[in-house]
């Protein structure tokens, strides 16, 4: 593994050193060296996120005004410890409460739960919202244990937006759990990553083949079949979520193509093209469409697919200014 490091177990705060050096309007907290926090607060309800690193830009790239106003940086594909999120809470309370906007997976859902315990000895109101719109991680009847993964974007910038606006923390939490209702996502893999401090690949696909519904992680997906074309697994993903869907009639849609990581924005823009003439072709309306590096998994090979169900509100607040620091440069 040949990448750019001065020692692989400090990856992690090197990264929050240059993040902040590069971008004034954030800063590490005082409270906390793995919280990332706006310089300027926000009179309004605080809205947070936090998981491992390795997904940028993904947690802390989406801090910035309209979006998030704190997040909890945990170390490679590790949740940030309890302590980590009540920092960030702080950070972000101005007395409005604080709005916890996270993934759904064991750690996080844990350290937050233990976090919101702890913030009320603080006096702090905290509620959350946990993205769950990975639909290869769990049958959709038991749709509550999905992990989350590029969706949590639409969570962070439809809640961030509402909190902007002026909206209660009620408000806030209730539309972004709206919108994490209405979204699905899937991912495919082509190459596994390796973790700085390990240098070798956490597991293996095979030449000519893909792991379709592949996790964050290296979750084991759905399957492992041959590689085939773009046009096919874009079919194939984009009939996935909306079988899960199963919607009653045609539908305004936004669609979010992510790489993994080490995939070419050309490849993104491959597969999306046929993403856009399947949901076309079935008389669904994309009314937006983002391509790009959203939430990643290092170096992996692969992309997700993400769909929303759009509505008025979810419409109106995905078009209200966001400033999110992390996509001036992804």
């Not at 495919?188 to 070798?200: E, L, W």
């Not at 592949?214 to 979520?241: D, F, N």
């Not at 491959?270 to 309306?285: F, P």
Request: proline share 3%; charged share 20%; hydrophobic share 40%.
């Amino acid at each position: 593994m040949q990448i750019f490091v001065n020692d692989p177990d400090f990856i992690v705060e090197d990264m929050l050193k240059g993040f902040t050096a590069a971008h004034p309007e954030v800063m590490l907290s005082t409270l906390n060296d793995h919280v990332v926090t706006l310089r300027d607060k926000q009179e309004k309800v605080g809205v947070i996120t936090g998981g491992g690193s390795g997904h940028e830009p993904a947690f802390l790239g989406y801090i910035g005004e309209g979006m998030l106003d704190a997040v909890a940086i945990g170390e490679v594909f590790a949740s940030p410890p309890a302590q980590a999120f009540l920092d960030a809470m702080i950070e972000a309370d101005n007395g409005y409460g604080v709005a916890c906007l996270f993934g759904n997976y064991a750690g996080d859902n844990m350290n937050v739960k233990m976090a919101i315990q702890m913030a009320e000895d603080e006096d702090i109101e905290v509620k959350y919202v946990v993205a769950t719109d990975d639909i290869a991680s769990s049958p959709k009847e038991t749709r509550e244990k999905r992990h989350g993964i590029a969706g949590g974007y639409f969570m962070w910038k439809i809640g961030g937006a509402k909190a902007a606006s002026g909206g209660t923390l009620t408000e806030v939490i209730e539309v972004a759990q709206k919108v994490v209702d209405r979204t699905r996502s899937i991912c495919v893999g082509v190459k596994p990553c390796a973790i700085p401090a390990v240098g070798t690949p956490n597991f293996l696909i095979e030449s000519g083949t893909l792991e379709f519904g592949i996790g964050h992680h290296g979750e084991t997906g759905i399957e492992k079949q041959a590689l085939g074309s773009a046009k096919e697994i874009a079919i194939e993903m984009t009939e996935a979520i909306l079988t899960d869907f199963d919607f009653d009639g045609n539908k305004q849609l936004a669609v979010m193509i992510s790489g993994l990581g080490s995939t070419m924005l050309m490849e993104q823009y491959v597969v999306c093209g046929q993403v856009l003439a399947t949901l076309r072709e079935k008389g669904h309306q994309v009314e937006k469409v983002y391509v790009g590096n959203f939430v990643t998994s290092l170096d992996m090979g692969g992309m997700s697919l993400t769909i929303v169900d759009l509505d008025a509100e979810i419409t109106q607040l995905l078009d209200a200014d966001g400033q999110a620091v992390g996509l001036k440069n992804y």
